[in-house]
């Protein structure tokens, strides 16, 4: 049976100095479209959601004839790389490298002011 099941972590506590783990729950998302319909479109009519690429739709139809070129076109799958030097994502193809039109240097801290001490 292959199933995608969707979860939510509820985020109850914003203690950043807590040093104890802070362990949050997770709700199961029963149903998406009910989720997210009433929070983005604020409307009481029903929405289709794409789960593999969270695009909506106003009627089932539409959705069921989205999802046989989305599965083809988004075929997504998690690749983690075999040796040991290939784990840093680096930029090898300078070749395909554009000119860009300008450069800029910033040094922020050549833009404050001196403070004037009070007496």
Do not use: G
Not at 86 to 112: C, G, M
């Amino acid at each position: 049976m292959d199933r995608h099941v969707n979860f939510l972590i509820v985020q109850d506590t914003y203690d950043d100095d807590n040093a104890e783990e802070i362990k949050y729950p997770w709700c199961w998302i029963k149903n998406l479209s009910r989720l997210v319909s009433k929070q983005t479109f604020n409307r009481q009519h029903k929405v289709w959601i794409c789960e593999r690429c969270l695009h909506y739709f106003h009627s089932e139809d539409k959705l069921q004839k989205h999802e046989v070129d989305c599965s083809e076109i988004n075929e997504c799958r998690v690749q983690m790389p075999y040796k040991e030097e290939d784990k840093t994502i680096k930029f090898k193809n300078l070749s395909h490298a554009l000119r860009v039109p300008f450069i800029i240097y910033a040094d922020f801290e050549s833009l404050l002011k001196p403070i004037k001490k009070q007496k």
